[in-house]
């Protein structure tokens, strides 16, 4: 049986919105991962760079990728895991206010996201945004509170088949 082959990973973050796509509506684009463990009990939240609490790892899908690529591109360089799409858990409207969105006092465009639950292949030690962010399994209960104020994540956790009893 062949193995699958990985790309090999850049461990460069992209920066910059030369790339981003947008939509019809000027919504930014943004892909994500909700990435759970084998046994699905757990979630992999990350520290957000901008603001303190844990969110799931997403960003700008670029005009040179898939949106599926985009997402596991944001995986890898903001929780440094490698992945695999299992579901296309849909797209999901921007939720907060303009002002819960205003970047350095300026405002950004509102983002329509689409979210993919994901299998984690491998957790690498290192990775590009290592340097700002620590990553955390967290149990559906906790990940839903750490996701209170992110009603977009929020619900792109409840889309997934995170095992929600426990």
Known sequence: MAQEQQPERSMTARVGRDKQRYGPNGDRLVAGVV???????QVL????????????????????????????????EEAGIVCKVEKDLGEIEEKRSETQIKKNGAFAPRALYRFYEVKVNEERESWPEKHKRNRQWMSYAMAKDQLRDRPELLEALERSGITKSR
């Open 35 to 41: 990435p759970l463990s084998p046994d699905g009990t």
């Open 45 to 76: 939240l990350i520290q957000s760079s901008a603001r303190k609490g844990w969110v799931l790892p997403k960003g700008g899908w670029e005009t040179d990728e898939t949106q599926p690529e985009a997402a596991c591109r944001e995986a890898w």
